[in-house]
């Protein structure tokens, strides 16, 4: 049975060789592990209701998958750590502004029910989408089991 840092470790070096960075470095993968650790862990506290535990972690996310884009060697991997890093970024910016906008709602449930994705502009709402579209086709290239 795979450790949960086993797991990460082979999906960490399988997602930099599938975008074509059979040679990533190991420190590289190592930050991308690290940051998808972060956000995996902000995701969970969002889904808590702790957007202020998430804003912490999608921040932490950025900031280790820009060191792992820092570290990359190759420019494919430097395209998937900046993606993932936007992608982070992008949900900080939106956890942010969903606690500014706290007070401007009258109905807390309303306010619990919204999406982060409601407290972006149009432009960063589109590149949200796209980053997460890639990151799920990403994950499902990792997963899939080979016929």
Request: charged share 35%; with cysteine; net charge negative.
């Amino acid at each position: 049975m795979l450790s949960k840092r086993q797991f990460l470790a082979w999906t960490g070096t399988t997602v930099l060789s599938l975008a074509g960075c059979v040679t990533a470095n190991m420190e590289a993968v190592d930050y991308y592990i690290k940051g998808d650790d972060a956000y995996e862990a902000a995701e969970e506290a969002r889904s808590n209701g702790d957007l202020e535990g998430a804003l912490e972690e999608y921040e932490r996310a950025a900031e280790r998958f820009d060191a792992a884009y820092e570290a990359s060697e190759t420019e494919q991997a430097k395209t998937f750590s900046y993606e993932a890093r936007e992608l982070a970024r992008l949900h900080a910016r939106a956890a942010r502004n969903k606690l500014e906008a706290k007070n401007e709602f009258d109905d807390e449930a309303a306010y619990e029910r919204a999406d982060l994705a409601e407290f972006l502009e149009a432009d960063e709402r589109t590149l949200l989408e796209e980053y997460e579209i890639r990151k799920t086709s990403a994950f499902e290239r990792r997963t899939r089991i080979p016929t």
